[in-house]
Structure formats: C-alpha cells, structure tokens
C-alpha cells in the first residue's frame, strides 16, 4: 500500500515535471517566432552566442532532413517505449534519478514531435557562433543532455543498469 501511494506521488509529480518542461520548450520557440523570425537574430555575447531563428526540417542538429514523415512514425515509438520503461521502474525508489532523466527526455522528443506534427518543421533558435555550432532549441538540450546523463548513470550506478537490462529482457 505504502509504494503505491509513492508511486502515484511519483507519476504526479512526472507529469507536473513533463508537463512543465514541455511548456518551457513550446513556450520559448514561440518567443523565437514572435522576436526573432525575419530578422538578424540577437546577439547576446558578440562572436559566441546568438539567438537565432532557424526552420529545421531534419533532426538534433540538422541531421537527416527532409524525412519529416520518418520522424512523424519513429518519435511516438521512441516516446511509447520510454512510457513502458517509466512505468516498469516507477515503484523502484533507488531509480528515482532514472525516472526523471526518463521524463526529461520524453519532454524533449515531445516538445519537438508537436513542432513536426503542426509545422512540418523544429523551430531552433539558440546558436554558438564561437564554434559554429548547428542551431538548436531547448527540447534539443532536454534530450542531449538527458542521454549524455542516462549513460553516466547506467555506467556509474549497477540499479539503474540492471532495471533498464532487466526492462528489455521481460519485454522479450
């Protein structure tokens, strides 16, 4: 009884944290609509960071362009085993670090899913100049970021590992 009630504490707090990072992505490539299109863009520290306003019809950092439909197909995949995922570790108090990285990538690939699905493109608008880095919004750090920690946690911590080997081998 007592990890049901955590569990569901865990899932309300999940989808306030989804559902706030979400808002916070939408929210800011709609300010990069409003502010930035049609124009030169910003710079915030002349030679090294510039906001930017950039249509990407491809993938994080312009890869694969052109294959909207592919995205359209892959991503609710991708997001429907990222569900399963959560949901098989959600009552595992010592993956609790693991849930929220999971969430903060399902926000990501959400934030820019709903950009395709409406626009037919990802509106980036955050660029380094300093070393011509591609264009990218905040949905791109959520699932860069997100995957760079997932892998530090699964080499570092042996549950988190475990629980996600142990996710896929049931699901076989």
Do not use: H, W
Not at 13 to 33: C, E, M, R
Not at 37 to 66: H, R
């Amino acid at each position: 009884m007592k990890t049901d009630i955590k569990a569901r504490k865990k899932i309300i707090i999940g989808v306030f944290y989804f559902l706030l990072l979400l808002f916070i992505d939408l929210l800011t490539k709609k300010l990069a609509v409003i502010y930035l299109k049609d124009t030169d863009g910003i710079k915030l520290i002349n030679g090294v960071l510039e906001l930017l306003y950039v249509e990407n019809n491809g993938m994080a950092f312009s890869m694969l362009k052109g294959q909207q439909a592919l995205f359209l197909i892959t991503t609710p995949i991708i997001c429907a085993v990222i569900i399963y995922v959560l949901i098989k570790i959600l009552k595992e108090e010592n993956l609790t670090v693991l849930f929220y990285l999971l969430v903060t990538l399902l926000s990501g690939a959400a934030g820019n899913f709903i950009d395709r699905a409406r626009t037919g493109y990802v509106v980036d608008f955050i660029y380094f100049s300093l070393i011509d880095f591609p264009v990218f919004n905040v949905a791109d750090i959520y699932v860069t970021v997100t995957v760079f920690l997932l892998f530090i946690v699964v080499i570092f911590d042996k549950s988190a590992g475990d629980a996600l080997e142990s996710v896929f081998q049931k699901s076989k």
